[in-house]
Nanobody, 124 residues
Framework: QGQLVESGGGSVQAGGSLKLSCAHS????????MAWFRQAPGKQREGVAA?????????YYADSVKGRFTISRDNNEKILFLQMNSLKPEDTAVYYC????????????????WGQGTQVTVSS
């Protein structure tokens, strides 16, 4: 009932691109918001992007990734994506897929259920 499975992480050079995927077809809890968070060593987990699932599909981004990252969702296949372009070394982190039954502040990590994470490493 609670599976969020990320894939697509890896190592790239600065300026490169990666596309993360999160399969959630077996995640049966009510979901209002889906998001991507990341956590770098020694830092708190931070919200990267979110998408509203039950209403108009509004998207939200952290200022640090606006214009470079795009969150999207395949409703039929139940896959969440994060297209990451123009990657920078400071984007290096473990990226987590997250799902929440709540609306409101999408950056509030405590309201989410989590995947296992996938490592993204960007070298200069």
């Amino acid at each position: 009932q609670g599976q969020l499975v990320e894939s697509g992480g890896g190592s790239v050079q600065a300026g490169g691109s990666l596309k993360l995927s999160c399969a959630h077809s077996r995640y049966t809890y009510s979901t209002y918001t889906m998001a991507w968070f990341r956590q770098a060593p020694g830092k708190q987990r931070e919200g990267v992007a979110a998408i509203s699932v039950l209403d108009d599909g509004s998207t939200y981004y952290a200022d640090s990734v606006k214009g470079r990252f795009t969150i999207s969702r395949d409703n039929n296949e139940k896959i969440l994506f994060l297209q990451m372009n123009s990657l920078k070394p400071e984007d290096t982190a473990v990226y987590y897929c997250a799902a929440s039954p709540y609306s409101g502040n999408w950056r509030l990590a405590s309201k989410y259920n989590w995947g296992q994470g996938t490592q993204v490493t960007v070298s200069s």
